[in-house]
């Protein structure tokens, strides 16, 4: 028998779906990975997709104190150089801002009361006036440059070295592990008698189960904390504690760990949890040595899923925490970070490579089970 290995079009299609998915995918990480590691200057002035070309820039700086003139015959002058040894080239130059390119490079520029500015294409420059400066900051020079690329880890060292991370990525760990945990334990024995126990009213459960699964988290924080909090009043527990934002992880994840869980186990062949209760094995046992053992692609599946967004979550760490130093998680710190503006780009793209790095390790070590967890039940 001759079979053909002509692929079909339907298969190319897929794979030229598969690979675009991937490639859109793709793109937004290279440039946020590129733009944790350019230069400052250049990175609030253009774009990731410039990194490698040079770039023009319309900067500003400041010439040397007076403190640091020097007499040369009846007038007093300040040099030094733009680009502090770095690299570029001066293309134009002003002393306005409403004018950064006024004045040719290497141009004589007259100024007010008789000085002068002389800016060098290497970036040297030079102030001249009939009278001794005043005052005890240099004057500003705008000038028009052309950089080359430029690389830096210091927006790694900003983020890493920045004051309380160390304590919020212990606090994340605080809150991302048990978080992880406890729906996993408490959604596989519900999935399990969902699946193979018998009890009246069994199917409302799994429908309610599935409507859970579209309540917005949002709607359920308000009426939840105010619940929290009277039972820790009730008991004389403080309400920032990490036993308030676990249980606030355990009932958000608790919806999705049942119904995926349940759509596994229920798909594991009857004939040997048949032949179990023949043996005398009770609801219990079966649990234990054979469902939980077949079970653990699906519960890895969660975990990676779980693990992920509590690990990226601020919201509930927010309103269950708060802002103290001493229970901020790494979301909360970084955000910090970024000062009251947001406009840090730097700290941002930095902070982003910093965080998924727990992330990425849990998901390349369970990755394996991913698939086979998510199609649990779906295929008899």
Same mark, same amino acid.
């Given at each position: 028998?001759?079979?053909?290995?002509?692929?079909?079009?339907?298969?190319?299609?897929?794979?030229?779906?598969?690979?675009?998915?991937?490639?859109?995918?793709?793109?937004?990480?290279?440039?946020?990975?590129?733009?944790?590691?350019?230069?400052?200057?250049?990175?609030?002035?253009?774009?990731?997709?410039?990194?490698?070309?040079?770039?023009?820039?319309?900067?500003?700086?400041?010439?040397?104190?007076?403190?640091?003139?020097?007499?040369?015959?009846?007038?007093?002058?300040?040099?030094?150089?733009?680009?502090?040894?770095?690299?570029?080239?001066?293309?134009?130059?002003?002393?306005?801002?409403?004018?950064?390119?006024?004045?040719?490079?290497?141009?004589?520029?007259?100024?007010?009361?008789?000085?002068?500015?002389?800016?060098?294409?290497?970036?040297?420059?030079?102030?001249?006036?009939?009278?001794?400066?005043?005052?005890?900051?240099?004057?500003?020079?705008?000038?028009?440059?052309?950089?080359?690329?430029?690389?830096?880890?210091?927006?790694?060292?900003?983020?890493?070295?920045?004051?309380?991370?160390?304590?919020?990525?212990?606090?994340?760990?605080?809150?991302?592990?048990?978080?992880?945990?406890?729906?996993?334990?408490?959604?596989?024995?519900?999935?399990?008698?969902?699946?193979?126990?018998?009890?009246?009213?069994?199917?409302?459960?799994?429908?309610?189960?599935?409507?859970?699964?579209?309540?917005?988290?949002?709607?359920?924080?308000?009426?939840?904390?105010?619940?929290?909090?009277?039972?820790?009043?009730?008991?004389?527990?403080?309400?920032?504690?990490?036993?308030?934002?676990?249980?606030?992880?355990?009932?958000?994840?608790?919806? @999705?760990?049942?119904?995926?869980?349940?759509?596994?186990?229920?798909?594991?062949?009857?004939?040997?949890?048949?032949?179990?209760?023949?043996?005398?094995?009770?609801?219990?046992?079966?649990?234990?040595?054979?469902?939980?053992?077949?079970?653990?692609?699906?519960?890895?599946?969660?975990?990676?899923?779980?693990? @992920?967004?509590?690990?990226?979550?601020?919201?509930?760490?927010?309103?269950?925490?708060?802002?103290?130093?001493?229970?901020?998680?790494?979301?909360?710190?970084?955000?910090?970070? @970024?000062?009251?503006?947001?406009?840090?780009?730097?700290?941002?793209?930095?902070?982003?490579?910093?965080?998924?790095?727990?992330?990425?390790?849990?998901?390349?070590?369970?990755?394996?089970?991913?698939?086979?967890?998510?199609?649990?039940?779906?295929?008899?």
């Amino acid at each position: 028998m001759i079979t053909s290995s002509k692929r079909t079009p339907l298969t190319y299609l897929v794979h030229a779906t598969v690979l675009f998915l991937v490639i859109i995918w793709t793109i937004p990480t290279a440039g946020l990975f590129i733009s944790s590691i350019r230069d400052k200057s250049q990175l609030s002035t253009s774009g990731w997709w410039t990194a490698l070309s040079t770039s023009e820039q319309r900067l500003v700086a400041r010439a040397h104190e007076p403190k640091a003139q020097t007499q040369v015959g009846d007038r007093y002058v300040i040099s030094g150089n733009l680009f502090e040894g770095d690299a570029g080239e001066i293309t134009k130059f002003g002393s306005s801002s409403l004018r950064p390119d006024e004045f040719d490079v290497g141009v004589v520029a007259e100024l007010k009361k008789g000085q002068t500015l002389q800016v060098m294409e290497n970036g040297d420059y030079l102030f001249s006036s009939p009278s001794e400066w005043k005052g005890s900051r240099g004057q500003r020079i705008f000038y028009t440059a052309e950089t080359p690329p430029r690389f830096t880890l210091e927006n790694y060292r900003e983020v890493l070295s920045a004051e309380g991370l160390g304590q919020s990525f212990i606090n994340s760990l605080t809150v991302t592990i048990p978080a992880t945990i406890i729906p996993i334990l408490v959604a596989a024995f519900a999935a399990y008698a969902l699946a193979w126990m018998r009890f009246p009213g069994r199917a409302l459960l799994v429908a309610a189960v599935v409507g859970l699964l579209v309540v917005p988290l949002q709607m359920s924080l308000i009426p939840l904390l105010k619940s929290y909090n009277m039972i820790g009043e009730f008991f004389g527990v403080g309400s920032k504690t990490y036993v308030g934002i676990w249980l606030a992880h355990t009932g958000f994840g608790l919806p @999705l760990a049942i119904y995926l869980l349940r759509n596994y186990i229920v798909g594991l062949p009857r004939e040997i949890i048949e032949s179990a209760r023949v043996d005398g094995a009770s609801d219990f046992d079966i649990f234990r040595k054979i469902v939980l053992p077949l079970s653990f692609p699906a519960l890895a599946s969660f975990a990676i899923f779980q693990f @992920l967004w509590v690990w990226n979550d601020l919201l509930i760490a927010m309103v269950f925490l708060g802002n103290d130093a001493e229970h901020m998680v790494l979301t909360g710190q970084l955000r910090e970070l @970024l000062g009251s503006r947001g406009g840090n780009w730097e700290i941002l793209t930095a902070s982003a490579f910093i965080t998924i790095i727990i992330p990425l390790c849990v998901f390349f070590g369970l990755q394996r089970y991913l698939v086979r967890g998510l199609l649990a039940g779906s295929v008899k």
